[in-house]
């Protein structure tokens, strides 16, 4: 059974940053996608990193440069380090995971991802 929790979110001013971290387990670790998404009130959710078994990584272009998603093997925790937030970053962020050979991940429709409880990201302007 897929356990994911995240934890790291909390509310920082504008070009601040955040470390977001999901304690994984119950999945298989030789063919997963693993992503970071994000949820504004009224909005979609919204795909913004994401990263395979192979440690491939891909993030959303309004992040590049700023965003950086990463995997520490010893311990199956997901990171994902957000420098010079801005407040359009404001969300709620989930750590979602799928077993999949799908790649890129993104193609993974998010249906098919388990999800964490979430964590709340608010930056101020």
């Known amino acids: 059974q897929v356990h994911l929790v995240e934890s790291g979110g909390g509310s920082v001013q504008a070009g601040g940053s955040l470390r977001l971290s999901c304690a994984s387990s119950?999945?298989?670790?030789?063919?997963?996608?693993m992503g970071w998404f994000r949820q504004a009130p009224g909005k979609a959710r919204e795909g913004v990193a994401y990263?395979?078994?192979?440690?491939?990584?891909y993030v959303i272009d309004s992040v590049i440069g700023r965003f950086t998603i990463s995997h520490d093997d010893a311990t199956n925790t997901f990171n994902l380090q957000m420098n010079r937030l801005k407040p359009d970053a404001t969300a709620m962020y989930y750590c979602?995971?799928?077993?999949?050979?799908?790649?890129?991940?993104?193609?993974?429709?998010?249906?098919?991802?388990?999800w964490g409880q979430g964590t709340q990201v608010t930056v101020s302007s």
């Open positions: 979602g995971v799928v077993e999949s050979r799908v790649r890129p991940c993104w193609a993974v429709p998010r249906t098919f991802y388990k």
């Open positions: 119950g999945y298989s670790y030789s063919r997963y996608c």
């Open positions: 990263i395979d078994n192979d440690h491939s990584t």
